[in-house]
């Protein structure tokens, strides 16, 4: 095994290394910090690194499994938080010239559980001002690439997370999902993500207009099934927290025979490059392999990017309420653009779109008593060139600026538990996902489907040539 | 006192018990309760719908579910259901002219549940238009009078189910908070209400009612937690409710211990105005905590008078009932109404992201605050019930009052969400109820109700108004 190899352990594989000795944290998180130092100055997935606290971390570790007995569940195994989410001790910047050197003295729960669950932190990954666009360019850190084509964008917001995995730099990452941030990366990166439901994994800052939720990302659904198990869990700093669920990555060992999945293309109103249709409608296929009825339907829902847009769009305003003006220089220009719109919206708009956000979320309930998961391509298109804000389809000074993603974003308004796994690539060698989304608070049937797919499909094995 | 045996005075649990006994039927007590509806709520006027028939009908299926030996856990309690919930095949008015005449397709999760659990269904109680003040009247059918005082307002939005309590015209009442909605009735009429945790009993539309929330309203403490059982858990229906498994009455049963709890008493939480009876008689009864064993604390948390962010909520709230067709109903709503719905049409929707952060805020300044305490009591209301069919008092303590800003101990755990009871403490020289609210932690409704079954045992209350059409006023 060498040094690249131990890059593209996975979580779980490092942590029986760990256990039989054959392996230890340093020696791993070392192997990894000279990855980073050799492939980001390339791909840019960190905004900052730590790598004294990272072997402080290791070395903790290593003296864990030494003294034997019970080690904490992610003992030795590097990761990485996502730069919008606050660190203590450790620069934040959001994305943003405004908080370029903030060190937050707080940070959101499931940071400390990671901790506290003997993770190996590695730094903060990149992601664009405020987590406000699909692609991972800022003006503090720059852009983020695709290590399968340094050309084309990794996706985001959370694209720093999902290229660090893509590069063997952590197994783990932590990602964020406002209008589908953690999957749109982990589609065209080829890695899996999942977002949670709404509540699963406690965030302080929630409010019920609240779009965004945080959660897991890795290479194997296992991981992130083990790494879910850490972060997810009721906490009074998050009012909307759910219970806790039974172990994710035990449920994910059992079979998914019988369910009955609908398989959309479309939902009935996007529009998807036909090389991404084929491999995504073969993917949703194989689930009858694995003893599934799959059957092709949809809720017949319009798409709801209209009530996203007010919600997203006003809740990326509000973070400079009052001081837009005097902020606005240093912003990034296309968000500038987006959020001087909210300042458009009244109170009768809000409250339409949050009515109509209930209803959709009836019309996605009631599909969902038929069906036990929707499954639809993650993203209509695999992806674009690194440093625009859309896709080149979309005009720079279009309003629709996210309704190119028109599968991930309806289940940021319902908080249903919705997963990208990789299915393929397309002849130019870029990833392509489909998206897996399951009953409210059902996170534990995404993740086995997920799982079982990745049995019958492997994708870890894939490595990009860096 | 006097009435303490009447069947419509029996609380629910001990109704339950003689129907298991088969001392007692359904049918008996239903005619009981129905009679007293008869008598006095053409003074009193706490409902608006009344269903004798399906009422009688309820209360006979009870009686063999007793007979089977299967009753649900409230067969052949007669309920009230306030009348902004809409129930199927029911007549909901929501207080509106716009819905005089409005019989939904549709129920609600709780009121299935009770229905499921077999209630029996009195009918609907009288609230203003859409809930939007802190008394009854409305252009349907109101105001609601005081049982205590028929000059005086029973309280609101929930104040035919306050009312209905007070004077034995219902064993249980369903009531709802947005910001008091429960506490205000419930401190006015001298009953038991109780607002829980956000979520816990599920409601729908939820995106634009997320500060409001479903409460019962009884004359006993052990009554709502038995309520409260049957209403409460997850409905897929409402995506932000939760169960928290616990058997309230069962836990009450168990015991009501609540000594070496901290707990906070705050006189006005640093910002309300209170009128000076009202404040005396509810630290008196703070400080009988004491004598429970309680630790008592002068202390509330370092936060501004949360109205401003409140006042934006709740109005928007308003505003979504005539997003599109204001000008078409406006002569047909309350006029007083009117103006705050003017009013909504002036925020925008950043004033609501903004009011959205504050409510946040707010949520976390409790909850830091509420790692040092169990509870925090404080006066329910900052005044005794004002005249009845008004919007509010005139003055409190001397102070020209705001439109909802009198109601500051309520509408602050609307925005916080978390538990909040108001239990009778005592009454004003004018003979006029007082209440004590009792705030716990979020989704730590249980402490709350077992520290108002702990008060009720050393402070007992009258469990019935006398009203006064029964001796006329002079």
Not at chain 1, 217 to 240: E, I, K, N, Q, Y
Not at chain 1, 413 to 420: C, D, E, M, V
Not at chain 2, 137 to 163: D, F, I, Q, Y
Request: glycine share 10%; proline share 8%.
């Amino acid at each position: 095994m060498d040094a690249t190899d131990i890059c593209y352990l996975s979580a779980v594989e490092l942590i029986a290394l760990y256990r039989s000795r054959q392996l230890s944290p340093v020696e791993a998180t070392e192997a990894i910090l000279a990855r980073i130092e050799e492939v980001d100055p390339r791909v840019n997935a960190f905004v900052t690194v730590t790598p004294e606290r990272a072997l402080d971390d290791a070395r903790r570790a290593e003296a864990a499994y030494r003294e034997g007995g019970e080690t904490p569940t992610l003992a030795g195994v590097p990761l990485s938080i996502k730069d919008l989410v606050p660190t203590k001790g450790i620069r934040t910047t959001r994305g943003s010239l405004l908080d370029a050197d903030w060190v937050p003295d707080f940070h959101p729960v499931f940071v400390q559980r990671l901790y506290d669950a003997g993770a190996v932190m590695l730094g903060k990954t990149n992601t664009p001002e405020g987590g406000w666009k699909g692609e991972t360019t800022n003006r503090v850190a720059g852009t983020t690439r695709n290590p399968w084509n340094l050309e084309k964008t990794p996706g985001g917001s959370s694209g720093g997370a999902a290229a660090a995995l893509t590069a063997g730099m952590g197994p783990l990452a932590q990602g964020g999902d406002g209008a589908g941030s953690i999957r749109i990366p982990a589609a065209f990166s080829g890695v899996f993500g999942h977002k949670p439901s709404f509540g699963r994994v406690p965030y302080p800052g929630s409010s019920p207009l609240q779009l965004a939720h945080c959660g897991p990302m890795a290479r194997t659904v296992a991981d992130a099934a083990l790494m879910l198990d850490v972060m997810a869990g009721p906490d009074s700093s998050d009012r909307f927290s759910l219970a806790k669920a039974p172990s994710f990555a035990e449920d994910i060992q059992g079979g998914i025979a019988g369910l009955r999945i609908a398989w959309s293309l479309d939902l009935g109103y996007a529009t998807v490059d036909p090389e991404v249709a084929e491999l995504t409608t073969a993917a949703a296929r194989r689930f009858e392999e694995l003893g599934c009825i799959v059957e092709e339907a949809h809720p017949g829902l319009d798409d709801p990017w209209e009530m996203v847009d007010i919600l997203f769009t006003v809740g990326q305003a509000g973070s400079y309420a009052g001081r837009l003006e005097e902020v606005a220089p240093q912003l990034d220009q296309g968000r500038l653009r987006q959020i001087e719109r909210a300042g458009h919206w009244s109170a009768v708009d809000m409250q339409v779109a949050l009515l109509k956000r209930d209803e959709y979320w009836d019309g996605m309930r009631a599909f969902f008593e038929t069906y036990d998961l929707l499954i639809t391509p993650a993203m209509p298109m695999a992806a674009f060139e690194a440093g625009r804000d859309f896709p080149p389809e979309i005009d720079e000074n279009s309003t629709n600026y996210l309704k190119w993603t028109p599968f991930t974003y309806p289940f940021n308004l319902t908080g249903q538990p919705s997963a990208a796994v990789p299915c393929g690539f397309t002849s130019e060698g870029l990833p392509v996902g489909i998206q897996i989304t399951g009953r409210w608070r059902d996170d534990a049937t995404v993740l086995r489907a997920a799982a079982r797919f990745e049995d019958l499909a492997p994708w870890s094995g894939a490595r990009p040539s860096l | 006192m006097q009435h303490h045996d009447e069947l419509w005075a029996l609380p629910a649990t001990e109704l339950i018990a003689r129907y298991r006994r088969r001392e007692l039927s359904p049918v008996e007590v239903t005619d009981a309760v129905l009679a007293r509806i008869e008598q006095l709520d053409p003074t009193i006027n706490a409902y608006v719908t009344r269903t004798p028939e399906l009422a009688m009908e309820n209360a006979r299926a009870a009686e063999q579910a007793y007979l089977r030996g299967q009753p649900g856990a409230v067969a052949g309690v007669p309920v009230a259901i306030k009348d902004l919930t809409p129930t199927r095949g029911i007549r909901s008015t929501f207080g509106s002219l716009l819905y005089a005449d409005h019989v939904p397709e549709e129920g609600t999760p709780d009121v299935e549940r009770l229905i499921e659990a077999g209630m029996v269904m009195l009918g609907k109680t009288t609230t203003p238009e859409f809930g939007w003040k802190g008394d009854s009247g409305n252009r349907v059918n109101g105001p609601t009078r005081n049982p205590w005082n028929l000059e005086r307002t029973a309280g609101g939005s929930s104040g035919g189910s306050g009312a209905a309590v007070a004077a034995g015209l219902a064993t249980l009442a369903q009531g709802s908070d947005g910001a008091g909605s429960i506490r205000i009735p419930a401190s006015f009429c001298g009953v038991f209400g109780l607002k829980p945790t956000t979520g816990l009993v599920p409601r729908v539309p939820s995106s634009t009612s997320f500060h409001s929330h479903i409460g019962p309203m009884t004359r006993t403490v052990r009554d709502a937690a038995l309520l409260l059982s049957v209403t409460a858990g997850y409905d897929p229906r409402d995506r932000f409710s939760w169960s928290s498994g616990i058997d309230y009455l069962a836990e009450i049963e168990r015991g009501t211990d609540i000594s070496g709890l901290r707990v906070a008493w705050s006189p006005d939480l640093g910002y309300a105005t209170v009128d000076p009876e009202v404040a005396a008689i509810a630290e008196s009864a703070a400080r009988r905590f004491e004598e429970l064993g309680c630790e008592l604390i002068e202390a509330h948390p370092d936060g501004p008078d949360p109205w401003p962010a409140m006042e934006v909520i709740f109005a928007v709230s308003q505003l979504s009932r005539h997003l599109d067709d204001l000008e078409e109903v406006r002569d047909r709503l309350d006029p007083g109404r009117v103006e705050l719905l003017e009013y909504a049409r002036t925020i925008s929707a950043e004033d609501i992201m903004r009011a959205h952060a504050e409510w946040n805020r707010q949520y976390h300044l409790w909850r830091e605050f509420m790692a040092e305490y169990d509870l925090v009591l404080t006066p329910t209301m900052a005044c005794p019930p004002f005249a009845a069919g008004t919007h509010r008092p005139e003055t409190v303590a001397g102070q020209p009052t705001t439109y909802l800003g009198w109601t500051g101990f309520a509408y602050q755990f609307n925005l916080t969400g978390q538990p909040a009871a108001s239990v009778p403490c005592g009454f004003t020289t004018d003979g006029l109820p007082v209440g004590l609210q009792i705030v716990g932690r979020y989704r730590d409704d249980l402490t709350v109700l077992r520290a108002a079954a702990a008060f009720e045992a050393i402070a007992p209350w009258p469990q019935i108004a006398t009203p006064v059409v029964e001796s006329p006023p002079g």
